[in-house]
């Protein structure tokens, strides 16, 4: 027994916190659960190497059923991301509304002894480059881009899913996906 954050009462709560593994069946749009397991109080172990322990005891049987590994935004963290990409697989999420990503520098080498640059902008989310962006869908409910940029919290290159939904009132909500495969389809980092 221990205090844990409860998402859906939105505050700490007292009591037993599980961690829970499924498979997802993308043709059926559900899963299926395939294990719970307790997490430790917070003095015994922190949460990521809990949970990224959980994953390494499973990572035989867990690779046998696919090589991505689906987490909500509280694992996009780069010591849980090292972890599953030494597992030999990928890590898809959703990143923190507020994630420091940057645009990668597609410049062509110019032939001087000068060290090109990475990077070529910090990428504001309220205001994408749509020129760098590839526009992968868009209809009355919401805008879909990708685009493959640097990671700051992660420390790599990622593929970015950056998701407009449209609302009647009010602001729009923005949401990012990422998949740590940056060869992966836009549309299946969405559809997991």
Same mark, same amino acid.
């Given at each position: %027994?221990?205090? +844990?954050?409860?998402?859906?009462?939105?505050?700490? =709560?007292?009591?037993? $916190?599980?961690?829970?593994?499924?498979?997802? /069946?993308?043709?059926?749009?559900?899963?299926?659960?395939?294990?719970?397991?307790?997490?430790? =109080?917070?003095?015994?172990?922190? @949460?990521?190497?809990?949970? &990224?322990? $959980?994953?390494?005891?499973?990572?035989?049987? @867990?690779? &046998?059923?696919?090589?991505?590994?689906?987490?909500?935004?509280?694992?996009?963290?780069?010591?849980? =991301?090292?972890?599953?990409?030494? @597992?030999?697989?990928?890590?898809?999420?959703?990143?923190?509304? /507020?994630?420091?990503?940057?645009?990668?520098?597609? /410049?062509?080498?110019?032939?001087?002894?000068?060290?090109?640059?990475?990077?070529?902008?910090?990428?504001?989310?309220?205001?994408?480059?749509? $020129?760098?962006?590839?526009?992968? !869908?868009?209809?009355?409910?919401?805008?879909?881009?990708?685009?493959?940029?640097?990671?700051?919290?992660?420390?790599?290159?990622? %593929?970015?899913?950056?998701?407009?939904?449209?609302?009647?009132?009010?602001? /729009?909500?923005?949401?990012?996906?990422? !998949?740590?495969?940056?060869?992966?389809?836009?549309? $299946?980092?969405? @559809? +997991?």
């Amino acid at each position: %027994m221990g205090w +844990y954050w409860s998402n859906c009462a939105n505050q700490p =709560n007292w009591g037993l $916190e599980i961690g829970g593994i499924a498979a997802i /069946d993308i043709d059926n749009h559900t899963a299926f659960h395939l294990e719970a397991f307790q997490t430790l =109080n917070a003095g015994e172990q922190n @949460l990521t190497d809990c949970y &990224t322990g $959980e994953i390494v005891d499973r990572k035989d049987t @867990l690779r &046998t059923i696919s090589k991505c590994l689906v987490a909500d935004a509280w694992f996009a963290n780069k010591p849980f =991301n090292n972890k599953v990409i030494a @597992l030999e697989m990928h890590l898809i999420s959703r990143l923190r509304d /507020d994630a420091d990503l940057r645009y990668l520098c597609t /410049d062509k080498p110019t032939g001087k002894k000068v060290r090109l640059r990475q990077f070529t902008g910090k990428i504001t989310i309220m205001d994408i480059d749509k $020129e760098y962006f590839t526009l992968i !869908s868009q209809d009355e409910e919401s805008t879909v881009y990708a685009a493959e940029v640097y990671s700051k919290v992660l420390k790599r290159i990622i %593929m970015l899913v950056y998701v407009t939904y449209e609302k009647t009132e009010g602001k /729009d909500a923005r949401k990012l996906y990422l !998949s740590t495969d940056v060869s992966m389809n836009p549309a $299946e980092i969405l @559809l +997991y």
